[in-house]
């Protein structure tokens, strides 16, 4: 985990060029962002049961 709670997929396979996303918890639930983009990524606040969906659908 990065020092500002940022984790990046464990599919991600560290090129430049990976699509990838970053989650954090926040609050009662988590932020995603763009791993490309890093901190001028816009960052999305979604709820826990939001955020276990993406995950679900993310993982077909």
């Known amino acids: ?4 709670g940022w984790r990046k ?3 991600s396979d560290g090129t ?3 699509n990838c996303v970053e989650a954090r918890p926040a609050g ?3 932020q995603v962002r ?3 983009l890093g901190d001028d ?3 999305f606040d979604l709820k826990t049961v ?3 969906a ?3 659908q993310a993982d077909r």
């Open 54 to 56: 993406l995950l679900q």
């Open 1 to 4: 985990m990065s020092q500002d």
């Open 16 to 18: 430049e060029n990976s």
């Open 28 to 30: 009662t639930g988590f």
């Open 41 to 43: 990524s816009p960052i």
């Open 9 to 11: 997929s464990s599919r």
């Open 34 to 36: 763009d791993s490309k």
């Open 50 to 52: 939001d955020f276990t």
